[in-house]
Nanobody
Framework: QVQLVESGGGSVQSGGSLRLSCAAF????????MGWFRQAQGSEREGVAA???????RYAASVKGRFTISRDNAKNTLYLQMNSLKFDDTAMYYC??????????????????WGQGTQVTVSS
């Protein structure tokens, strides 16, 4: 069983930055694929960024060039550096994991372990 715990969310003004962290517990060493998803109020959950154990990454078009995903395998921790934040980035952000990456790496069905989420609020 893998447990994921997010932290680092908060409130920030437009143009600001935040860094999210996701600590993995349990059989986290077997989670080749890890990703960040977000869900705004009234919207479906969407993929933001994903990374495999080798360091290859995928990004949603809406965040490419502004967000950076990284992972520290020794610390079992996933990160999301978010720069140039916009009002539309406001959402609950979730960490997710799966033993292997498939498809676009950014689809909700591609992950079977999820954290509880951390709220990011961007004021304009």
């Amino acid at each position: 069983q893998v447990q994921l715990v997010e932290s680092g969310g908060g409130s920030v003004q437009s143009g600001g930055s935040l860094r999210l962290s996701c600590a993995a517990f349990g059989y986290s060493y077997s989670m080749n694929c890890m990703g960040w998803f977000r869900q705004a109020q009234g919207s479906e959950r969407e993929g933001v960024a994903a990374i495999n154990s080798g360091g290859s990454t995928r990004y949603a078009a809406s965040v490419k060039g502004r967000f950076t995903i990284s992972r520290d395998n020794a610390k079992n921790t996933l990160y999301l550096q978010m720069n140039s934040l916009k009002f539309d980035d406001t959402a609950m952000y979730y960490c997710a994991a799966h033993p292997y990456c498939s498809g676009s790496w950014l689809r909700v069905p591609g992950y079977n372990y999820w954290g509880q989420g951390t709220q990011v609020t961007v004021s304009s």
